[in-house]
């Protein structure tokens, strides 16, 4: 099945800073690669996503590439605000297999003010 | 805009006893997933339902059963609960042929 890593599972920056999030899956059949964002005692939050016939995606201050070559993508915040503290979920989906999300093991974001 | 509900949102239980949670998709949502997330973990699919039929399965154990109905909720139904058991329980929901995922709040189950 698919398997999804995510990297770091910690990211510490200064307020005004660039995050950025990466994350691989191992199957190249995986279309579509949405990111949560869940803040403690919530349920995930989609914040982007992207489909496998886009190379880049941007809302804002949060852009997600994706490279389907080497079966990865980014998650990117800048301008980072103390309301981005929160961890971060990647996830891949093959939607021909039945749509179950497979989800990254999740970034803890902490943004210094 | 409406979201997922679910209920109940805490729930305390012994071990061995059963339990019932409950998920209400978004309106016109007729896709259910049901995923499991325990302590500093990700979410972990455990069951899908389109149009009240099961549509994929995943490591969910024998103790569990689920369901959709006519309206589209659906309800996961814990049997013989055990400690490891103890986790947060979200749905989510999409319409057909959507694969986008609207999470619910969750069910945090506590089991003693």
């Known amino acids: 099945g698919e398997n999804v890593e995510q990297h770091p599972s910690t990211l510490s920056v200064q307020e005004g800073d660039s995050a950025v999030i990466k994350c691989t899956y191992s199957?190249?059949?995986?279309?579509?690669f949405p990111w949560y964002k869940q803040e403690l005692g919530k349920g995930p939050q989609l914040i982007i996503d992207?489909?496998?016939?886009?190379g880049e995606k941007k809302d804002q201050r949060i852009a997600v590439t994706l490279n389907k070559t080497a079966k990865h993508f980014s998650l990117h915040i800048t301008e980072t605000q103390p309301e981005d503290s929160a961890v971060y979920f990647c996830?891949?989906?093959?939607?021909?297999?039945?749509?179950?999300?497979?989800f990254g093991g999740g970034t803890r974001v902490l943004v210094k003010p | 805009a409406a979201g997922v509900i679910q209920s109940p949102r805490h729930l305390i239980k012994e071990k061995r006893e059963t339990a019932t949670l409950k998920c209400y998709p978004i309106?016109?949502?007729?896709?259910v997933y049901w995923y499991q997330q325990g302590p500093g973990q990700d979410p972990q699919f455990l069951i899908s339902?389109?149009?009240?039929?099961?549509?994929d399965k995943g490591s969910i154990p024998d103790r569990f059963s689920a369901q959709q109905f006519s309206d589209y909720h659906s309800e996961l139904n814990m049997s013989s609960l055990e400690l490891g058991d103890s986790a947060l329980y979200f749905c989510?929901?999409?319409?057909?042929?959507?694969?986008?995922?609207?999470f619910g709040p969750g069910t945090r189950l506590t089991v003693l």
């Open positions: 339902f389109y149009e009240k039929m099961q549509s």
């Open positions: 309106p016109r949502h007729d896709t």
């Open positions: 989510a929901s999409s319409s057909s042929g959507a694969d986008t995922q609207y």
């Open positions: 199957d190249s059949a995986s279309n579509y």
């Open positions: 992207i489909r496998s016939n886009v």
């Open positions: 996830a891949a989906l093959i939607k021909a297999a039945g749509n179950k999300l497979t």
